[in-house]
């Protein structure tokens, strides 16, 4: 009869250890794909061990109470390299800070997979391309960070989407266009745009035309 009833509570209980352990995996092997892509002279990153399988042992990361990567703190860690489209299976990922680095290349389209998305803090690095349109579906999101990178193209008038932004930075980048003011934009001052050269004003009553051709990239 005991072992019935132990079998009983494996048969409940298991499916959700081996789901445990395959988020763990995924959110892993997420983390040590950007540790790949990355320099780090400051071997902040010396924790991040593959063969543990808990990325939730790792320094700079923070994990929720099911053991799911819920922070990512490593702004000023002197990392050079890019950013991974892998870091967009962080879906639990509330807060993720990698600014006053020097990470260049795109930030990646994925980063809008990051539902639980709080606060992105990715500034003072040198980051290029264009600003995903992606991040419009970032619905959790407060703090938008970009600013101090070699940003171009278009600020996305999909962002004023964003209800709970609170706080969006996009100043000295090369950004060009208008600036959207409709939705959450329209209570962000001209501090949160400054030192783009190419930018045009935002768009006000109609005078200046949101046009989603044209030369800016």
């Known amino acids: 009869m005991a072992s019935c009833a132990v079998l009983h509570l494996l048969v409940l209980v298991l499916p959700s250890i081996i789901i445990a352990l395959t988020d763990a995996n995924l ?7 950007l540790r790949r892509a990355v320099k780090d002279p400051g071997h902040v990153l010396q924790s991040w061990d593959p063969n543990l399988v808990d990325p939730c042992t790792w320094f700079h990361v923070t994990c929720d109470g099911d053991n799911r990567v819920t922070r990512l703190d490593l702004g000023n860690a002197k990392l ?21 680095n020097e990470l260049v290349g795109p930030v990646p389209k994925e980063l809008g997979n990051l539902k ?3 606060s992105l803090d990715l500034y003072d690095n040198n980051l290029t391309g264009t ?10 999101l407060k703090f938008l960070r970009l600013n101090s990178n070699r940003l171009t193209g278009r600020i996305p008038r999909e962002l004023t989407k964003l209800e709970s932004l609170k ?3 996009v100043s000295n980048n090369d950004l060009c ?5 409709s939705g959450s934009f329209s209570k962000f001052t ?7 050269s190419r930018l045009e004003g935002p768009e006000l009553m109609g005078f200046v035309r949101y046009d989603a051709a044209g030369s800016c990239k």
């Open 177 to 181: 266009g208008t600036i959207p003011t």
């Open 116 to 118: 639980s998305l709080v």
């Open 27 to 33: 959110e892993g092997d997420a983390l040590y794909a």
């Open 80 to 100: 050079s390299g890019s950013l991974v489209p892998e870091l967009g299976k962080l879906v639990r990922l509330q807060y993720l800070e990698l600014y006053m």
């Open 167 to 169: 706080i969006i930075d």
């Open 131 to 140: 600003i995903p349109a992606s991040l419009s579906k970032l619905s959790n």
């Open 190 to 196: 001209e501090e949160s745009f400054v030192n783009n």
